[in-house]
């Protein structure tokens, strides 16, 4: 690939403003977590609900959650962008699993970790994957949801977190 058109890609890219999440999941793999921005809905009309990520091949949450078939895709509330860094390895905690020890965690039907303040939870099971190239690309049904009182998501967008600004009344 030309590198220009990787750097013009990227640039691109960070003019998308994203919502973010911290993908968590626990099981005989492990309990692991990385904050993404590549959550994506795919269907309300299925047998269940469904939604995409996107995770690096070699990130070991996208191992542990391809071994523990399940997943929790925690909505960062617009406060959470310090949970962001730490779920994203740009604080030092030590060991992966340190990541965990600085919010509080609950529990969803299907045991996986859901961090408590998220704006929405999403507790689901994997049901298909596709390694394409650097990254897997997951695809998990929804099996429940949790919402808080905050629906206000956090945003990453222009390399910098954000919160959305309203411009219209919500239809
Ligand atoms: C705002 C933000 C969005 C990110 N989105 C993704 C993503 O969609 N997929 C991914 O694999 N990594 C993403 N990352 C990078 C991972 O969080 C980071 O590389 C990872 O935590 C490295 O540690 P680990 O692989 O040891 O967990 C993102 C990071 C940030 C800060």
Known sequence: MKPELRMQFL???????????VVTTDGEAGRFGVTISSLTSVSADGAHPSLLACLHHQSPAAAAILRNRAFC?????????????LFAGRMTVGEHSGRFDHTAWSRGELGQPILGGAT???QCRVATSVLWETHHIIVGNVVSVELSDNAGALLYGQRAY?????LSAAK
């Open 11 to 21: 640039e691109a890219m960070s003019r998308a403003a994203t919502f973010v999440a």
């Open 73 to 85: 895709a925690n909505l960062l509330q617009e406060d959470q962008h310090e949970v962001s860094d």
């Open 120 to 122: 929405a939870s999403f």
């Open 162 to 166: 954000r919160r959305a600004v309203q």
